[in-house]
T-cell receptor, first 114, second 114 residues
Framework: GQQLNQSPQSMFIQEGEDVSMNCTSS?????WLWYKQDPGEGPVLLIA?????ELTSNGRLTAQFGITRKDSFLNISASIPSDVGIYFC??????????????FGKGTKLSVKP | NAGVMQNPRHLVRRRGQEARLRCSPM?????VYWYRQLPEEGLKFMVY????????ESGMPKERFSAEFPKEGPSILRIQQVVRGDSAAYFC????????????FGSGTRLTVV
């Protein structure tokens, strides 16, 4: 089935650093979503993007819906320890399939630099 | 206002037994979605249900897996004759209508098959 290519797979951060991750798809998406998942929990929505070119912020998080509708990025500015976790991009294809089923990337694991 | 409730949180089954996973959607939500997450992977869509109807089961394995969302009570994901490969985290999401508005995940059920 359709998959999203998410990179990087993992990264180490020091407090205060900016972080960037992205997702690409071979097909066009009409919605991009960014989630954070903590250990033992379900994904929690961070940012939702509905229009090509849209740039949306949520506190220190900024995400963009690529113009081609095949990619999206998420930036975290001035990272703090509680940013540690796994970040997933998810999207919904334009042909719909059925409304509501999301396609997820494999995640970017954020860890604190030792 | 309780979120999406899944139980049990952890479930251990021997090979060949049946696993029943329950999901109570948020109040006012009539749409339920089930996803499976293998270790180090993103979530994979399994099935989308509305009350008493299966809307899309394109992600559901053809054998041993079934889902229902009765008029009263929680949605149930049933896995018969479990095998080791069924070990995973199973997440349920609910929404008030079609589309992604209000789409919320539960904390998941971790199934371990021994």
């Amino acid at each position: 089935g359709q998959q999203l290519n998410q990179s990087p797979q993992s990264m180490f951060i020091q407090e205060g650093e900016d972080v960037s991750m992205n997702c690409t798809s071979s097909s066009i998406f009409n919605t991009w979503l960014w989630y954070k998942q903590d250990p033992g929990e379900g994904p929690v929505l961070l940012i939702a993007l509905y229009k090509a070119g849209e740039l949306t912020s949520n506190g220190r998080l900024t995400a963009q819906f690529g113009i081609t509708r095949k990619d999206s990025f998420l930036n975290i500015s001035a990272s703090i320890p509680s940013d540690v976790g796994i970040y997933f991009c998810a999207g919904q294809e334009t042909d719909g399939g059925s409304q509501g089923n999301l396609i997820f990337g494999k995640g970017t694991k954020l860890s604190v630099k030792p | 206002n309780a979120g999406v409730m899944q139980n049990p949180r952890h479930l251990v089954r021997r090979r060949g037994q049946e696993a029943r996973l329950r999901c109570s959607p948020m109040k006012g939500h009539s749409h339920v979605y089930w996803y499976r997450q293998l270790p180090e992977e993103g979530l994979k869509f399994m099935v989308y249900l509305q009350k008493e109807n299966i809307i899309d089961e394109s992600g559901m394995p053809k054998e041993r897996f079934s889902a229902e969302f009765p008029k009263e009570g929680p949605s149930i994901l049933r896995i018969q004759q479990v095998v080791r490969g069924d070990s995973a985290a199973y997440f349920c999401a609910s929404s008030p209508g079609t589309g992604l508005y209000g789409y919320t995940f539960g904390s998941g059920t971790r199934l371990t098959v021994v």
